[in-house]
Each structure stands twice: as structure tokens, then as C-alpha cells.
């Protein structure tokens, strides 16, 4: 079965927040996605609100509860109380946890499993109340140890960053190394009983190898290549693209 795509909003609700206006609409844009065969929405909500505003949750939730009703709404982020707050109110299918300083531009890298384990164990344990599923954002080629103190933390899945295979588009070379070692770190995690996402980077031009390689991928969260892609081939066409490209 084909990995399922959920589509990140992020950058819609970055050209949006430019003005003072509503446009683009971040739920008008997700109800494309959505109707066009995407599999859930994905948001961010960094402490600055520099693109997803913590206003847009309540309607993107009810997005889905009205219309969409079979898809998963994932919300992202870095665990402070404020974060935890937002998820518990926002109820989401879908919870992805990131090491991100809220600074960072975006996500650029894993956890440390192994330091951050017992913390991570009472936030799994805090958000598993709300039903939701919950992945941990992880390294391309985490190690054992580091695998097994994910599975320790009692997440459901981890998302692999797939930032630097994205980052090879001009090096068949370098994509052929970052592949392995997703594949890899992938089979270590599947074989401690997670499930596999993946994000960053990936386009329509990449994403054939990436799920060839991990045939036991789950699901991709996409948001600057889809957006990009969107502005040559509009939103429907895009995730239609997108489905394609995933085997669907």
C-alpha cells in the first residue's frame, strides 16, 4: 500500500501572513488538497506564529471534522507547555515531536533519543491521552541505541528527515548514500516495532526512490516542494502529482 501524503500548510500561511489579509487561505488551500486525494493536513505552530497562527488549528480541525471526515489532521512541534496545550485543544489524529529551537528556520535535525528519552516518555505518555498517535522526528542514520531508546519513549513512529537525501537533487551520487542510510535507519526502527514517516525536502522527483527503498513507509509530510510544485501546477494537480509520485 502506498505511503499516505499529508500536506503541510506552513508556507501557504507564510505568503499569507506577508499581508494583512486572508489570502491564500490556508483552510481554502487545505480543502484542495484534501479534496484532491491528499491524506491529512500538517501544521507547525512555532511560538512567533511567523506562519501557522495558533487561530488556524480550530479551523483546520473543523475542516476535517465537517468535510473530511476520514482524514488525519498531524500538528508539529517542539514540546513546551504552550505546544502541549495547542495539541490537547486541537484533539489532532497525529502528533509529530521536533527538537527544534524556536528560532530555527525549520526542522534540521533529530533527536537524541538516548539524553532526551525519560522526557520524551512523559510527553508520549501526556499527548497518548488525547488518542493520538504520536512520532518522534529522527536522524537519517540513527544508530541502535538511539532507535531503541525512541522505541523506549513508547511513540508510535518516528519521522525520518529526509532533509539531506532532499538536498542531494543535483548528486545521484550523495542521494544514493543519504537513501541507504534511510533505509537503514528505517529497518532498525521498524524491527523495534515503530512505524515510519518521512518529511523534508522531498518532491515529486524524489519521492519514486524514497518509497521504492522504504517499502514500509507510512506517510510523507510535504509542504515547501508540494507548495512550489502548486504554483506551476495549482494545489489539485500538485497532490495528484504527489500521489503519483508515491505509487498511488
Given at each position: 500500500m502506498p505511503a499516505k501524503l499529508s500536506v503541510n500548510l506552513n508556507a501557504i500561511a507564510m505568503l499569507r501572513n506577508r499581508r494583512d489579509l486572508p489570502w491564500p487561505s490556508v483552510t481554502g488551500l487545505g480543502r484542495i488538497a484534501l479534496a484532491a486525494g491528499a491524506h491529512g493536513l500538517t501544521v507547525h505552530p512555532r511560538p512567533d506564529q511567523r506562519h501557522i497562527r495558533f487561530t488556524d488549528l480550530p479551523e483546520i480541525r473543523a475542516l476535517i471534522d465537517d468535510e473530511f471526515p476520514n482524514v488525519e489532521f498531524n500538528i508539529e512541534g517542539y514540546p513546551t507547555g504552550d505546544f502541549l496545550a495547542l495539541v490537547e485543544a486541537s484533539e489532532p489524529e497525529q502528533v509529530t515531536?521536533?527538537?527544534?529551537?524556536p528560532e530555527q528556520p525549520t526542522s534540521d535535525h533529530g533527536w537524541d533519543f538516548v539524553a532526551n528519552r525519560d522526557m520524551l516518555k512523559a510527553i508520549v505518555v501526556r499527548l497518548k491521552k488525547t488518542g493520538a498517535r504520536i512520532s518522534l522526528f529522527c536522524d537519517p542514520d540513527a544508530s541502535q541505541e538511539q532507535i531503541a531508546a525512541a522505541s523506549a519513549t513508547g511513540a508510535d513512529r518516528i519521522e525520518l528527515y529526509t532533509g539531506p537525501y532532499g538536498g542531494s537533487y543535483d548528486s545521484p551520487e550523495n542521494a544514493e548514500i543519504e537513501l541507504a542510510k534511510l533505509r537503514a535507519t528505517a529497518d532498525l526502527a521498524t524491527a523495534a516495532g515503530l512505524g515510519i514517516n518521512a518529511g523534508h525536502d522531498l518532491t515529486v522527483a524524489n519521492l519514486p526512490a524514497l518509497a521504492g527503498r522504504i517499502p514500509q513507509l507510512a506517510e510523507v509530510s510535504i509542504g515547501h516542494g508540494?507548495?512550489?510544485?502548486a504554483l506551476?501546477?495549482?494545489?489539485?494537480?500538485?497532490?495528484r502529482r504527489f500521489l503519483k509520485a508515491l505509487g498511488d
Open positions: 515531536l521536533v527538537p527544534d529551537d508540494l507548495t512550489a510544485d506551476e501546477h495549482g494545489m489539485a494537480g500538485t497532490v
